[in-house]
């Protein structure tokens, strides 16, 4: 189903001009003219840079789709779909949709006219209820974040198609190298590309890919139109992510993984969310449409409470306490007081995500040291908590 290695590795082109084997940063704004409108194929590096161009056809090609485009964050590049729509248009979206997602759609595009319904896209009857005649975008991710929830997207695809709308998957948590929505129906894809393309936390960068060329050309309008384009050495350095993609998501899954079933185990944890877990409610869609199960791990602690979850994200030493994810070094974060803090408590607890909730971003350490971190975690911050409150210092 995905790229193997082999296939990823050489679908990056080595240079046509030089033989370079590093695809060449074009650091240029404009291209010389033999006449006017007598060019190269380039004119003006707004509308089209040939190291962006580069990284656009790999990603297309790693998708399956027939157009990939490229931005100047995951933001960016989800601004740009909901630009295909007009006002009075709907969106029906993933209930616990990326929380930036949310605000754009809110806080930007209710007052053109669009209007978002969510549903638990998780259950497919759910979907077949909220679409209306004025659907016109189906908007998921799976998986979600924080809590890793799947949605079948060959059935949701279908649906979308019986309704005449398009299918968008933000497929950010999975990435191309374990699943590729374009094959199971969707119609277009949107990487935050940030995290796992990039690979290395060391970017900003989003990309959009298309089914279909028409589609492609739209969005291609919009970004030249728009503008939030890529820059040169961005787009280089996630074609350089890209290289080692398959490399590093192996690693990714079989750390989570192991590290999902040691918390399983553990006497502090309530519950822990990972599609890898037979224990997880659609362990069976995520085995079905994709090839590995992610990096990403969530878990609550028995003691439901944000002082705990803070005593925790506080004392490991190799996750470090950082927002964002996909990266070679483990993070950790506490989405009640960080990602999600804008959300009201009341909808942030019915969407799963508790008081001490905590999100790993499983890195590629060894996953022996990063079991060793979470347990001297566990142990450290229990201390913490039992220690006795300092009394009031007594000055009469
Ligand atoms: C990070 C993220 C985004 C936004 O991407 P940026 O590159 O931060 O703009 C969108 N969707 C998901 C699932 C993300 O994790």
Redesign the pocket.
């Known amino acids: 189903m995905s790229y193997n290695a082999t296939q990823l590795i050489h679908s990056i082109p080595v240079d046509p001009l030089t033989g370079a084997i590093s695809v060449p940063i074009y650091q240029t704004s404009t291209f010389v003219q033999e006449a006017p409108g007598v060019n190269k194929g380039y004119d003006y590096a707004r509308t089209n840079n040939p190291t962006r161009a580069a990284l656009e056809e790999i990603i297309a090609r790693l998708e399956h789709g027939s157009t990939g485009i490229a931005f100047g964050?995951?933001?960016?590049?989800?601004d740009a779909v909901v630009k295909l729509l007009e006002s009075g248009d709907e969106i029906l979206a993933v209930d616990d949709i990326?929380g930036?997602?949310f605000r754009l759609f809110t806080h930007i595009y209710q007052k053109f006219g669009v209007t978002v319904n969510y549903t638990d896209t998780t259950n497919i009857e759910n979907v077949f209820n909220a679409v209306t005649p004025k659907t016109k975008l189906i908007w998921i991710?799976t998986p979600?974040?924080p809590t890793l929830k799947i949605s079948d997207i060959e059935a949701i695809a279908k649906i979308a198609k019986a309704h005449h709308c398009l299918l968008c998957v933000?497929n950010?948590?999975a990435s191309p190298a374990l699943q590729n929505p374009i094959l199971l129906g969707a119609d277009i894809v949107?990487?935050?590309?940030?995290?796992y393309l990039g690979g290395h936390s060391d970017l900003?960068?989003?990309l959009v890919i298309t089914k279909e060329k028409e589609t492609g050309e739209k969005i291609k309008f919009i970004q030249n139109a728009s503008g939030a384009i890529l820059s040169p050495f961005d787009s280089w350095l996630v074609i350089r992510g890209i290289e080692t993609l398959s490399l590093r998501v192996k690693q990714h899954c079989s750390n989570a993984q192991v590290i999902a079933e040691y918390l399983s185990k553990h006497p502090s944890v309530e519950k822990v969310f990972y599609p890898g877990l037979k224990s997880h409610p659609n362990h069976e869609v995520a085995a079905k449409q994709s090839n590995g199960f992610g990096g990403i791990v969530s878990f609550t602690l028995k003691n439901d409470t944000e002082e705990a979850a803070t005593g925790f994200v506080t004392s490991t030493k190799l996750f470090r306490l950082a927002e964002?994810?996909?990266g070679v070094k483990s993070l950790l974060c506490h989405p009640a007081q960080m990602t999600h803090k804008s959300i009201p408590a009341e909808r942030r607890k019915t969407a799963g995500v508790a008081d001490s909730l905590i999100r790993l971003s499983v890195g590629l350490e060894e996953a022996k040291d990063l079991i060793q971190d979470l347990e001297q975690a566990f142990e450290s911050s229990e201390l913490k908590h039992k220690q006795p409150l300092e009394k009031e210092p007594f000055n009469n």
Request: proline fraction near 0%; charge should be negative.
């Open positions: 964050s995951g933001l960016a590049a989800i990326y930036g997602a991710e979600t974040n933000d950010t948590f949107i990487h935050s590309a940030t995290k900003i960068a989003g964002s994810l996909g």
